[in-house]
């Protein structure tokens, strides 16, 4: 079902920040966007994600229109933004444990928390985790259940070298599993796992 967009704009104030945005992903399909900063590719995750409506245009992502407040919606559709954080007072374990509770899966933990550079850490609050560490915590959270739409901005921040590796692993695996990805990056390998680039031109 994927991602679906139809001359699709988003303005800010007075300000276009595109317009006319046509674009389809497919199940197994990356999309990645790049730009300059300022250029629009959080505010369209954001309305990829229902969290706001474009201005202009038709949007549709996991055969409906994008609602963040609908939990069917939110079940199909998992999201790292650039507001996503850690529960502070969780451990990594517990985020684990939350997630399958939630979504009535097996999940090996162990395994995950391994994989992810985290097993050392796995019993610590979240909180009191290094930036990387969190954010392979987050990214974990947001792959270690089912998913039909997976969005990322930017998921190679704050990531060493190996926790990038890591992560363009969880994309391959995604779209492997039949995931339709919106990733905005700045990291090429990143950009060589996706069918096709979306370049926001920003400011004239
Ligand atoms: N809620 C808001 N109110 C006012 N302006 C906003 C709002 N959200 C975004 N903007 C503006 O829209 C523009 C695009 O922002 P956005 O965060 O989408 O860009 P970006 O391409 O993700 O940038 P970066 O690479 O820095 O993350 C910026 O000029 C920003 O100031």
């Not at 800010?12 to 250029?39: H, K, T």
């Not at 629009?40 to 994008?66: H, W």
């Not at 979240?126 to 990214?139: D, E, I, K, V």
Request: glycine share 12%; proline share 4%.
């Amino acid at each position: 079902m994927g991602i679906i967009t139809e001359s699709m704009g988003i303005r800010v104030g007075r300000q276009w920040l595109f317009r006319g945005l046509d674009c389809a992903v497919g199940p197994g399909e990356c999309l990645a966007l790049v730009g300059p900063n300022g250029s629009g590719k959080s505010s369209l995750l954001r309305v990829l994600y229902g969290m706001q409506a474009p201005t202009e245009g038709r949007v549709e992502v996991a055969g409906q229109i994008p609602d963040e407040r609908s939990v069917a919606f939110r079940r199909r559709v998992s999201v790292l933004l650039d507001d996503s954080d850690v529960f502070a007072e969780l451990t990594p374990e517990q985020h684990i444990e939350l997630l399958a509770g939630s979504f009535g899966t097996e999940t090996d933990g162990a395994r995950l928390l391994a994989e992810a550079g985290l097993g050392e850490r796995a019993g610590v609050a979240a909180g009191s985790l290094s930036a990387g560490q969190r954010r392979r915590l987050m990214l974990l959270g947001a792959t270690a259940r089912p998913f039909e739409v997976l969005l990322l901005d930017e998921p190679e921040r704050a990531l060493d070298a190996d926790g990038r590796d890591w992560l363009a692993g969880l994309v391959r695996r995604a779209k492997e599993d039949g995931a339709a990805i919106v990733l905005a990056t700045h990291h090429q390998p990143l950009l060589e796992t996706a069918e096709s680039v979306i370049t926001l031109p920003g400011a004239e």
